[in-house]
């Protein structure tokens, strides 16, 4: 079975920097879209970010130009680095991808991280 595990997460103040990682373990014959999700107390689990397997990126309006996500795919790893973070962004962070897990017939499953927690404090 296939498992992701984040790491990363702490307590920052309003402005700082972190750099969350996720490494997938198992059965995987490749790795296509791997992403970047949040969720706060009381609220509903956004998407923060995704990059493709060809490297193209998305992200959210409220991270853009704060957040870069990048993946290095010989590690099966993806990376979140958060700058100028602001209290809204304290969440536990979960880490997902899509990874192929059978060739013929081709098949790709979700897998999900348990989280990390990210605090930022004012």
């Known amino acids: 079975q296939v498992q992701l595990v984040e790491s990363g997460g702490g307590l920052v103040q309003a402005g700082g920097s972190l750099r969350l990682s996720c490494a997938a373990s198992g059965i995987i014959l490749g790795i296509n879209t791997m992403g970047w999700y949040r969720q706060a107390p009381g609220k509903q689990r956004e998407l923060v970010a995704l990059i493709t397997n060809g490297g193209s990126t998305n992200y959210a309006d409220s991270v853009k130009g704060r957040f870069t996500i990048s993946r290095d795919n010989a590690k099966n790893t993806v990376y979140l680095q958060m700058n100028n973070l602001k209290p809204e962004d304290t969440a536990v962070y979960y880490c997902?991808?899509?990874?192929?897990?059978?060739?013929?017939?081709?098949?790709?499953?979700?897998?999900w991280g348990k989280g990390t927690l990210v605090t930022v404090s004012s």
């Open positions: 997902n991808a899509q990874i192929v897990v059978r060739m013929i017939p081709m098949r790709s499953d979700d897998y």
